[in-house]
């Protein structure tokens, strides 16, 4: 690694503050900015906070692990540059102080992590770069999937389809649910690399069994986030996946949140309708527990309906809820669209659904999310005989 440059370091908001106090505000940015060649270009800390204020210092040395990540990661905007460095500073009246430095290169070249006394450093502030580390290193390497839960055919008790899920299969420590990562990928911006390789799997899985299956009715739902839906070229990237798939229309859906939608209404109508004019259903998540309404139904023209688990559960309560999922079957008949309920978990909720008219369920009653290869056996079962299985 090349040496860097000396530059002056200046201290900075003088509140004092213990490197334990310290090390749980990851949000703390401190101004390390690197060239692309990872070359040291600035410096500017809280080393005040640490018995150093009033005076200024020269960075002499600078030791770091870097594990740069290759140029595709660097075009994606996120870096796995995980720092760990030792800084030695030489004071105007030549006394020499330390300094640890850790954390990660963030976004456009600036470094986001913590300083502490030479030798000091919080356990959770490690783990939590460690995480950020393994995390952009696994996403880049392919290592978060897509596994399927099924859409199960009230009328028939067949497989009619799939929702892909996000998981994250990590050496170590095993295949993670979308709670174990998903909030730590949004403080790193990378729901939409790991959206974008969901959806890219499902559709490709889906023409896998199609192929398998020419005759199945079979469907993939994917889900998306407005911010992902509003993005610039999403919807071109989507309906190149879906066309280079081969895949017929409408069989190809993608769910959006019904609480989302209303973050960015007007741009996401316009997305929706591109979307639908290539060949993508559109299908509204978690129906009834947002800003439920006819005029929102009419005015993107979703072709799916998702009951939320909360009323699904309820149905073994009492009446009431029974009295809202049969007002949303009768909203998506008047609109044309299908109905999904989702978390059905009990074969007497199944039943009363069934009566009731529901189109579809998922949930627990028939399985949770699957591999790949397991979900294909479950859609030749769906297409040879009834799917009854039971997790």
Same mark, same amino acid.
């Given at each position: 690694?090349?040496?860097?440059?000396?530059?002056?370091?200046?201290?900075?908001?003088?509140?004092?503050?213990?490197?334990?106090?310290?090390?749980?505000?990851?949000?703390?940015?401190?101004?390390?900015?690197?060239?692309?060649?990872?070359?040291?270009?600035?410096?500017?800390?809280?080393?005040?906070?640490?018995?150093?204020?009033?005076?200024?210092?020269?960075?002499?040395?600078?030791?770091?692990?870097?594990?740069?990540?290759?140029?595709?990661?660097?075009?994606?905007?996120?870096?796995?540059?995980?720092?760990?460095?030792?800084?030695?500073?030489?004071?105007?009246?030549?006394?020499?102080?330390?300094?640890?430095?850790?954390?990660?290169?963030?976004?456009?070249?600036?470094?986001?992590?913590?300083?502490?006394?030479?030798?000091?450093?919080? @356990? +959770?502030?490690?783990?939590?770069?460690?995480? =950020? %580390?393994?995390?952009? &290193?696994?996403? *880049?390497?392919? !290592?978060? $999937?897509?596994?399927?839960?099924?859409?199960?055919?009230?009328?028939?008790?067949?497989?009619?389809?799939?929702?892909?899920?996000?998981?994250?299969?990590?050496?170590?420590?095993?295949?993670?649910?979308?709670?174990?990562?998903?909030?730590?990928?949004?403080?790193?911006?990378?729901?939409?690399?790991?959206?974008?390789?969901?959806?890219?799997?499902?559709?490709?899985?889906?023409?896998?069994?199609?192929?398998?299956?020419?005759?199945?009715?079979?469907?993939?739902?994917?889900?998306?986030?407005?911010?992902?839906?509003?993005?610039?070229?999403?919807?071109?990237?989507?309906?190149?996946?879906?066309?280079?798939?081969?895949?017929? @229309? +409408?069989?190809?859906?993608?769910?959006?949140? =019904? %609480?989302?939608?209303? &973050?960015?209404? *007007?741009?996401? !109508?316009? $997305?929706?309708?591109?979307?639908?004019?290539?060949?993508?259903?559109?299908?509204?998540?978690?129906?009834?527990?947002?800003?439920?309404?006819?005029?929102?139904?009419?005015?993107?023209?979703?072709?799916?309906?998702?009951?939320?688990?909360?009323?699904?559960?309820?149905?073994?309560?009492?009446?009431?809820?029974?009295?809202?999922?049969?007002?949303?079957?009768?909203?998506?008949?008047?609109?044309?669209?299908?109905?999904?309920?989702?978390?059905?978990?009990?074969?007497?909720?199944?039943?009363?659904?069934?009566?009731?008219?529901?189109?579809?369920?998922?949930?627990?009653?028939?399985?949770?999310?699957?591999?790949?290869?397991? @979900?294909?056996?479950?859609?030749?079962?769906?297409?040879?005989?009834?799917?009854? &299985?039971?997790?």
């Amino acid at each position: 690694m090349a040496r860097p440059r000396q530059v002056r370091l200046a201290c900075e908001r003088p509140a004092p503050m213990t490197p334990e106090d310290y090390a749980k505000s990851l949000d703390a940015a401190h101004a390390v900015m690197f060239r692309a060649d990872f070359e040291c270009v600035c410096f500017a800390g809280d080393l005040n906070r640490f018995g150093l204020a009033e005076e200024k210092y020269e960075l002499d040395a600078f030791f770091a692990r870097i594990a740069p990540t290759d140029r595709k990661a660097v075009e994606r905007g996120f870096l796995d540059d995980a720092i760990d460095v030792r800084v030695r500073l030489i004071g105007d009246d030549g006394g020499v102080r330390y300094v640890r430095l850790i954390g990660r290169r963030r976004e456009s070249g600036a470094f986001r992590g913590l300083m502490f006394p030479a030798g000091a450093a919080s @356990a +959770g502030a490690m783990g939590r770069i460690d995480d =950020e %580390t393994s995390l952009a &290193r696994g996403v *880049d390497k392919g !290592e978060v $999937v897509a596994h399927y839960q099924p859409i199960v055919a009230l009328e028939t008790g067949r497989v009619a389809g799939f929702e892909a899920l996000a998981r994250w299969v990590c050496p170590g420590r095993g295949v993670l649910s979308p709670e174990d990562f998903l909030d730590l990928a949004e403080d790193m911006k990378l729901i939409g690399v790991i959206g974008d390789q969901v959806r890219a799997f499902a559709a490709r899985d889906l023409a896998a069994w199609r192929a398998a299956a020419p005759t199945a009715p079979l469907f993939v739902a994917a889900n998306a986030t407005v911010s992902e839906l509003v993005s610039p070229g999403f919807a071109q990237r989507l309906a190149d996946e879906v066309s280079a798939a081969g895949l017929r @229309a +409408g069989s190809f859906k993608l769910e959006i949140n =019904e %609480t989302e939608i209303m &973050r960015d209404p *007007d741009r996401a !109508e316009g $997305v929706i309708r591109d979307l639908k004019s290539a060949g993508i259903a559109m299908a509204l998540d978690d129906f009834g527990t947002g800003y439920s309404s006819l005029a929102r139904l009419d005015r993107f023209n979703f072709d799916t309906v998702k009951i939320d688990r909360y009323f699904v559960r309820a149905l073994a309560m009492g009446e009431n809820a029974a009295k809202v999922v049969e007002s949303v079957l009768q909203l998506a008949r008047h609109f044309g669209m299908t109905v999904v309920a989702e978390g059905v978990e009990s074969e007497d909720v199944a039943e009363k659904l069934s009566e009731l008219g529901c189109d579809f369920v998922q949930g627990f009653r028939y399985s949770g999310a699957m591999e790949p290869d397991t @979900a294909a056996d479950a859609a030749l079962n769906g297409v040879k005989g009834r799917f009854l &299985r039971a997790v």
